[in-house]
């Protein structure tokens, strides 16, 4: 439901878009939030209807390729929800806390958000989810 | 002279390419009008340093820019000749990677933020020393830099359309071994090398 807390062993995957994609290699760029936003935009996995990751990956294909221009070389990170919240408390300059909350959707029923992030800690808040993505998928099909 | 003949050369290289473009021609234009270029194709000027240039070519190809108004593309082009021989040709095609990338993935973009784009070829041009680095856009279409050895040496800039940066500093604690020191902070682009390198970023950032 919206506002949930998603549990610490959950995953969730970030959309990133080609120009944060350097030789395959996600950058922290990827992880950056905009002024206006009040949390980074992600999707909840085990809320996708796929029994696995193939099937989450392929769920998740279908779902960007409704609402965004997926480029070529676009990818999706796949984190740990604990992992990121662990990483950013114990290594960030002022231990931030991060929530990881369920936002539905009517077009997109697991979209969520990592709430937390401080716009002017955005940049090592980047660099420090990015050193914990657990896989990585191409975003389109 | 110099610049001028490199302005009326990139002029040219404009309207060759909407031709290209118009008539659906080679999609390795810019490797090719390069080396037309080099092998002193007629009536077009070099523009490789130090050579002497000379002037020919039609006026109705002259299209020089505004100093203050330089696009996106005028900018890669340029870096061309301003930047190390070891990674200009890449770093270009890197960068007109990410415009298309931008331009792509929103339809109202203008591409990358230019001043951002201008304060990132400046300190390369600086600091010739620098490796090329990792480079990707951040959602307000500014250039992300990075120099990263391992998960512990991480060194990126974020280039800002001002002249201000936005930097990262991750390096090892040597008196604490296992343990890592963290920084960020902000400067301007013409001092952020000099804030870096008391931190050892040099070790990984440079040749």
Known sequence: ?141 | MREEATELSFGRYLAAKKAVAAYGLSEKFEEEYVQAVCVGYPRVSGVVPDVSIGQGGSMATQQPPVADEQSAEEIIWRLRIVLPVQYRARLASRLRELQKAVQGEELDSGGIAVGSLRNFVELLKAHPALRCPAVSVTPDRNIYASWKSGADRVFSIHFLPDGKVRFVIFRPNDKHPGQAIRLSGTATVDVIIGVAAPHGVLAWASE
């Open chain 1, 1 to 141: 439901m919206k506002g949930d807390v998603i549990p610490d062993p959950d995953h969730v995957a970030r959309y990133c878009g080609a120009s944060t994609v350097d030789e395959g290699k996600i950058q922290a760029a990827a992880f950056m939030l905009r002024e206006r936003d009040a949390y980074l935009s992600v999707n909840w996995l085990e809320k996708l209807r796929g029994p696995d990751r193939a099937g989450q990956v392929g769920e998740l294909q279908k779902l960007y390729a409704t609402k965004l221009q997926v480029g070529a070389k676009a990818r999706m990170a796949i984190l740990n929800v604990g992992t990121v919240r662990y990483k950013v408390e114990n290594e960030s300059p002022d231990k931030w806390v991060l929530r990881v909350l369920h936002e539905f959707e009517d077009d997109d029923p697991s979209h969520s958000g990592i709430y937390g992030i401080p716009y002017d800690g955005r940049e090592i808040a980047a660099e420090l989810i990015a050193q914990v993505i657990l896989e990585n998928y191409p975003a389109r099909a």
